[in-house]
């Protein structure tokens, strides 16, 4: 029977999901920057028989401008690739009828345009960065706290992510304020959602123990993808922190310095 530890599942796999900011590239001002190896790596896994596709929570942006700033800065990566939160909660707001109140970035508004917003009956909650002043916070209470039945979309439940520049507070610090001051609990769109992870193994035509996860975020990247059936494994880039590989409820099935080094596993184990 083949081995099913991280490096040697690698014989058996038929694709990898990336994440991307932490993994790839660290944002920050203007484009950020590429991780040092990373745009090689991605190249060398589009080069291999893997299918490749990149799952993030990235919300400050529409899809097509944040590939457009990841082809700035130098990865071979299109739009059909890319699983962002924005177009999957769309999709849900059109199945259920919803209108929502958005609490998001400027940057992702262009994805709702074509969205009945007028007397919202939901609220979503994004990535908003400066826009999370106490008004909006308020706002998005009093839209929720006004519904007879208060439906909160969180688009990722982030804690923390990594700029260039240190630490910034995600949308899941922001998503727990409304769920306490108005007694609910949001639905997640996007990772850890097995709903999220599902969808773009939908699009692989693959199953869950043939595709391999690889991101920075310990609960939501690796043991997101642990739950789906998947197996994570963790860079030492982007958010990592090493107490990350002493958590008391994930383990990652393997921990690597960088995308490049997993990806030299993988292909070595592969034969490449």
Known sequence: MADSGWPSCAK?????????????????????VAIPGSIEAVKKLKESDLQLRFCTNETQ????KFVAKLR?????????????PAPAAIAVLKERGLRPHLLVHDGLLPEFDGVDKTNPNCVIVGDAAEKFSYQNLNEAFRVLIGLEKPVLFSLGQGRYYKET?????DVGVYM???EYACDLKAEVIGKPSPTFFQSVLND??????????IGDDLLNDVGGAQHCGMKGVQVR???YRPIDERHPTVTADGTVDNLAQ??????SQRGH
């Open 12 to 32: 058996s796999l038929k694709g990898v999901i990336l994440d991307l900011c932490g993994v790839l590239y660290d944002s920050g001002e203007g484009d950020g």
């Open 61 to 64: 942006a529409t899809r097509e």
């Open 72 to 84: 700035r800065l130098g990865f071979d990566i299109s739009v059909s690739e890319v699983f962002p």
């Open 165 to 169: 520049d240190g630490l910034k507070l």
């Open 176 to 178: 727990k304020a409304l």
């Open 204 to 213: 692989m035509g693959l199953k869950p123990h043939e595709v391999l996860m």
């Open 237 to 239: 880039t982007g958010k």
């Open 262 to 267: 997993a990806v030299d596993m993988i292909l």
